[in-house]
T-cell receptor, first 114, second 109 residues
Framework: GAGVSQSPSNKVTEKGKDVELRCDPISGHTALYWYRQSLGQGLEFLIYFQGNSAPDKSGLPSDRFSAERTGGSVSTLTIQRTQQEDSAVYLC????????????FGSGTRLTVV | AQRVTQPEKLLSVFKGAPVELKCNYSYSGSPELFWYVQYSRQRLQLLLRHISRESIKGFTADLNKGETSFHLKKPFAQEEDSAMYYCALRDQAGTALIFGKGTTLSVSS
């Protein structure tokens, strides 16, 4: 695609429910990243995928968070048993291998847990 | 520890005034630093990276290893520069970027 696509753009869910957020990176980009953007907290790194290598999950805040990337393309971030503190904008970015940090970001999914 | 610090949450200037958005980092070795910008209702996008030594939209940033800083500067601010600016550092593993908390720049006439 022309850019990084994320869906849904907005999600309101009840506390305790599970949610899935989707990211469709730019075709051919081998690296894919998930970040969380909260007011006053900036961008918090969550997880990184590079090609077929094992993902770097070091930023996931708890075991309620998980992500997968199928076929080296589309990625899904899953949050189980959502809590109010999970409310944030979840951003996905992709880059070609060796891009020197030039990420292309999606427009994000705004998650609200009520 | 690797860290990026942007000490100002908000910077307000008048049109035509000089702008300096501060960024300090903590890193062992040679850092790779970037500035990203997010305009209202738009996606976060790369503004510039230190290895390119480029000037984008009149903005420049110089890496100062002695002061561990990478401040973003523009001699004459314009209203369309109003946005959120993030400084970022590539982590030691060379994978993800570590972002600061961001500075909102507000330029008024």
């Amino acid at each position: 695609g022309a850019g990084v696509s994320q869906s849904p753009s907005n999600k309101v869910t009840e506390k305790g429910k599970d949610v899935e957020l989707r990211c469709d990176p730019i075709s051919g980009h081998t690296a894919l990243y998930w970040y969380r953007q909260s007011l006053g907290q900036g961008l918090e790194f969550l997880i990184y995928f590079q090609g077929n290598s094992a993902p770097d999950k070091s930023g996931l805040p708890s075991d309620r968070f998980s992500a997968e990337r199928t076929g080296g393309s589309v990625s899904t971030l899953t949050i189980q048993r959502t809590q109010q503190e999970d409310s944030a904008v979840y951003l996905c970015a992709s880059s070609p291998q060796g891009a020197g940090g030039g990420y292309t970001f999606g427009s994000g999914t705004r998650l609200t847990v009520v | 520890a690797q860290r990026v610090t942007q000490p100002e949450k908000l910077l307000s200037v008048f049109k035509g005034a000089p702008v300096e958005l501060k960024c300090n980092y903590s890193y062992s070795g040679s850092p790779e630093l970037f500035w990203y910008v997010q305009y209202s209702r738009q996606r976060l996008q790369l503004l510039l990276r230190h290895i390119s030594r480029e000037s984008i939209k009149g903005f420049t940033a110089d890496l100062n290893k002695g002061e561990t800083s990478f401040h973003l500067k523009k001699p004459f601010a314009q209203e369309e520069d109003s946005a959120m600016y993030y400084c970022a550092l590539r982590d030691q593993a060379g994978t993800a970027l570590i972002f600061g908390k961001g500075t909102t720049l507000s330029v008024s006439s």
